[in-house]
């Protein structure tokens, strides 16, 4: 069977998932779960808000690869809960992208939508980050030894990072 180059690089793009949050969650302040960038009458949501919307958009889109189409809010749990549904999440999604199942929209679709908006939402935690005081070494992530399948809280250590 000739591999999907579609599921390769979407395989890919959740690693780089992996890779990048474990490098945001790792190290985290105490309390930074309830850092927010505003005050919260501003409707901001706060770093464990944000991580559950996360683990929101990772359910739908291992629900998405398996051929069905449901959306499912869950309501923020404590920071670790949230930290270890993130990778459970990605494991559940990279499982779903190597099984033979029709996935029920494209995976560019897929891709565009749940994927894209957790990419953004990593960013918006970085962000947190900084202002929480704890902010995050640059890096250069196109040298970063990301694979296909590494969706765990263990990644490779960063090849080239800057201040």
Sequence with gaps: MVPDPTRAFVRHTIATLAYRGA???RGAPAGFGACRAADASTQTRSAVEIL???GDL???TAVLVAGDKGWRTSPPQSWQHEVDRFFAGLQTVDAALVSDSTPS???ECIF???IADALTHLGQLGLLRRIAGAPLRGES???AEI????VGPEQAAPVREFD
Excluded: E, N, T, Y
Excluded at 147 to 150: D, I, K, P, S
């Design 23 to 25: 490098k945001i969650l």
């Design 52 to 54: 559950a919307h996360i």
């Design 58 to 60: 990772l359910d739908w």
């Design 105 to 107: 929209r494209s995976l």
């Design 112 to 114: 565009q939508g749940p």
């Design 141 to 143: 992530f196109v040298l």
């Design 147 to 150: 694979v296909a399948g590494r």
